[in-house]
């Protein structure tokens, strides 16, 4: 199994796919609520989905559940791991950030933002993490010291999503005006949150903006937005790219993004209840992913 989707929705499920054939080798039932992320460790046997009160581990070599933590209020909405899986990182609507042990199952930090939290990142110097606020607010986070800054790009604007490139250069947030906001990062020395420097603004979409992520080899970066469409930039100039749209299906939303290792090829996850593998070069869906009955709101790739 090289090549593994996760896809979850609305329908309360989580599917997991060959993403190099499109063949569905596991459903698995998240009757709590729906699927708000996904995450799978980089050795590929656990996979992490968070939901309403709910964060939920699954055995990808088993089908079987691992662990359920309980301990949290309203939606989370992001979860993610540390590289080497040793632990993993939460972030929701109670306002609060966690850290999780993933051996002892405790919550090792907490960050409280006042305010609820839509997206959380973590920086690959593995240190800080760059949070994301519904009024507004990002936050840089020095995780050992608890140091943070603040900042705020726009007025009455909710950040939808946060990223920081692979190589730490570029930091970059949309919100929910459809605007994406890049920052220059660079580090510091004793001890220092690293340096934010704004770069530019780039008004990627006409309505609400959902996801941005870099590619793995920090060319690219991709926005996703209730306009149905992805774009891609790049990173050198931040000019626009590509363009992906389904042109069969105009009035939907692209909930979810990720990229393949190579970053040539970009999966969606969209309000029609597939998820798509694109090919960035032609602009052309290389395959669909079909098989939930509502809204895929969440994917995870790992190859």
């Known amino acids: 199994m090289n090549l593994l989707l996760a896809t979850g929705g609305y329908d309360h499920t989580i599917k997991i796919w060959l993403a190099d054939s499109g063949k569905c080798v596991r459903t ?3 009757s709590d609520s729906q699927i708000n992320a996904l995450d799978i460790t980089s050795d590929k046997k656990i996979l992490a989905s968070c939901g309403y009160q709910h964060i939920r581990l699954y055995d990808l070599t088993t ?5 359920n933590f309980e301990r949290v209020s309203k939606n989370v909405n992001r979860v993610g791991f540390q590289e080497d899986g ?15 042990e993933m051996n002892s199952q405790n919550c090792k930090r907490v960050f409280d933002c006042q305010t609820p939290v839509n997206a959380v990142c973590l920086h690959p110097n593995e240190v800080e993490m ?6 507004g607010c990002i936050y840089l986070w020095d995780i050992n ?9 726009e007025n009455d604007a909710s950040i939808q999503d946060i990223a920081i490139s692979p190589d730490g250069m570029y930091l970059a947030s949309v919100n929910n005006k459809g605007n994406c906001y890049i920052w220059s990062l660079s580090s510091t020395k004793d001890g220092r949150l690293s340096n934010l420097q704004p770069k530019l603004k780039i008004e990627a979409h006409k309505r609400y903006a959902l996801r941005c992520k870099f ?3 920090s060319q690219y970066l991709v926005t996703t937005s209730g306009d149905s469409t992805a774009k891609v930039w790049g990173t050198s100039d931040f000019k626009l790219v590509c363009e992906l749209r389904d042109v069969d299906n105009t009035k939907h939303w692209i909930w979810d993004t990720a990229f393949s290792a190579d970053s040539k090829y970009l999966f969606t996850a969209s309000s029609i209840g597939k998820a798509s593998l694109w090919k960035i070069e032609d602009k052309k869906v290389e395959r669909e992913y079909y098989g939930h009955q ?4 969440a994917l995870a790739f790992r190859e």
Request: glycine share 6%; charged share 20%.
């Open 28 to 30: 698995i039932s998240h």
């Open 63 to 67: 089908n079987m559940p691992l662990v």
């Open 86 to 100: 040793k632990w993993m990182y939460t972030g929701g609507e109670d306002c609060r950030v966690r850290l999780w």
């Open 130 to 135: 760059a949070i994301g606020s519904q009024n």
């Open 145 to 153: 010291s608890d140091l943070h800054e603040q900042l705020f790009p």
């Open 215 to 217: 590619s793995p080899d």
């Open 294 to 297: 509502k809204a895929v709101t």
